[in-house]
């Protein structure tokens, strides 16, 4: 059975090119622009991975990440953020259960490594 | 009477339709604007992620990324277009390092904007020609640096700024071949500016560029010269930043004493500083030194020390005071100034 991967970003340049390259590793895969989007049925999805932003509307990026730990089940999370100032990483890497964190610009090569 | 006055409320009626007919007008075609742009965003994101990452293995021609943003309106003759996708184009590559930014940028140079940019280089308007200029160095349009690097000496400022950015981004090491000799002055702003572009940009430092322009009489080039040296650390050539410590120019002394603080010194150098402290004519700057000095060497050196107890400037002796004091040769401060009560005393 293919893999799931969900992704989260606002911004539709790196959304697309996430989602194509989740899709070149035979992922299957919902990339969605914010939270909000998310279906019910996807809550009963248990996915691979989730690649999400943390920067959203409405609310802080740390209880953000909480949320979105509480609510979907999920393998690993990976953060792609343009806010990727050091006391931001260490705060979400200290949240624990975060796989990786990436600061945008990236090199997307590191991400295509951890979808293998 | 009456008749005008229905005259004017018809009129004012009038005018009232008007304006409800233009802000209904301006709705739909914002709407219909805003659909259209979406429209490009979405098209350009999906085919740059099929262009990254093709299926199969395959590569995705240019030629399908371009037909694709022409179908969706991205013409030469929409203008409005055109800049909206060069914004796209340099979000794009700025959020991406690495093996996919490389492909961009070729990307980008196979499916030029037709030209936008280039043609901005030859308008009258400051900030569209400003405009364009940037777009080429984000884009990294490296055909265009001729007719960037004429720019250098522009009457506007905003103009000439980009350009000399562009140039470090195009040229490098290179581009010192013709910062130092600008016409116009250059702002400290700017000069920080170069210094961080040229150090995200090419961090390896190329010092035979640097020291072909040692000679160059400019303030602002030898201020800029500084603070290189400072950015990238060179302590080969720190004495550059030692000779300007007693310039007879305050803001020359204040630059070398503010870049000098990142280096550690050699034994003739630390000397050549100390002798120099003495020839600087503004107090605040003594000090400045004095500390560098103090907090660079392990131990006080008493015979500088001594030597600037005797300069018969308060402020710089009180200093000098207080970093021996705080060193443990409190006996030493106290015979220095005790021995100044008894004169006081005596007259």
């Known amino acids: 059975m293919a893999k799931t991967a969900l992704i989260i970003q606002q911004d539709l340049i790196l959304l697309r090119v996430l989602e194509r390259m989740s899709l070149t590793h035979q992922y299957r895969c919902k990339a969605i622009r914010a939270l909000n989007e998310l279906d019910i049925e996807d809550q009963n999805e248990n996915f691979d991975l989730i690649i999400s932003d943390i920067l959203f509307d409405g609310i802080a990026p740390m209880d953000y990440v909480h949320q979105l730990q509480e609510i979907i089940r999920h393998k690993s999370l990976v953060i792609i953020t343009s806010m990727g100032q050091k006391k931001v990483r260490q705060e979400i890497l200290d949240i624990g259960n975060v796989a990786g964190f990436f600061a945008v610009p990236l090199n997307f090569d590191k991400v295509e490594q951890m979808l293998s | ?347």
């Open chain 2, 1 to 347: 009477m009456e008749e005008k006055l229905l005259l004017l409320i018809q009129i004012l009626f009038l005018v009232l339709i008007l304006v409800w007919c233009t802000i209904g007008f301006s709705l739909i075609y914002r709407k219909i604007r805003k659909s259209q742009l979406n429209r490009i965003e979405r098209t350009f994101a999906s085919e740059i992620s099929k262009f990254l990452y093709p299926a199969h293995g395959e590569e995705y021609h240019y030629l399908n990324v371009q037909r694709a943003l022409q179908a969706v309106g991205a013409k030469p003759s929409k203008k409005g277009n055109i800049q909206y996708l060069i914004d796209l184009m340099i979000r794009a590559q700025r959020s991406m390092l690495g093996n996919n930014y490389n492909k961009l940028r070729l990307l980008f140079s196979q499916i030029p904007p037709y030209g936008a940019s280039q043609s901005k280089l030859n308008s009258r308007k400051w900030y569209v020609k400003a405009r364009g200029i940037r777009e080429i160095y984000e884009m990294e349009q490296v055909q265009y640096i001729h007719d960037i690097t004429r720019e250098r000496n522009n009457p506007n400022i905003f103009v000439r700024r980009e350009a000399q950015i562009a140039m470090v981004v195009f040229l490098g090491w290179e581009s010192l071949r013709f910062l130092p000799y600008l016409k116009k002055e250059m702002t400290l702003w700017q000069q920080i500016k170069i210094v961080e572009k040229l150090y995200a940009h090419y961090p390896d430092a190329q010092i035979k560029y640097l020291k072909k322009v040692y000679g160059t009489q400019r303030p602002y080039a030898q201020e800029l010269l500084m603070r290189i040296i400072r950015k990238f650390n060179l302590f080969t050539e720190v004495d550059y930043i030692i000779d300007f410590l007693n310039h007879e120019s305050f803001d020359r002394r204040e630059t070398a004493i503010y870049c000098l603080n990142s280096f550690k010194l050699t034994e003739e150098q630390l000397q050549e500083v100390k002798d120099k402290l003495f020839k600087i004519p503004n107090t605040e700057q003594q000090v400045q030194l004095m500390q560098y000095v103090t907090q660079i060497s392990t131990e006080p050196d008493l015979q500088f020390f001594d030597k600037i107890l005797q300069t018969g400037n308060d402020i710089l002796e009180l200093s000098a005071a207080e970093v021996l004091w705080n060193n443990g040769y409190e006996e030493r401060v106290r015979e220095f100034y005790y021995s100044q009560y008894k004169l006081k005393e005596v007259i």
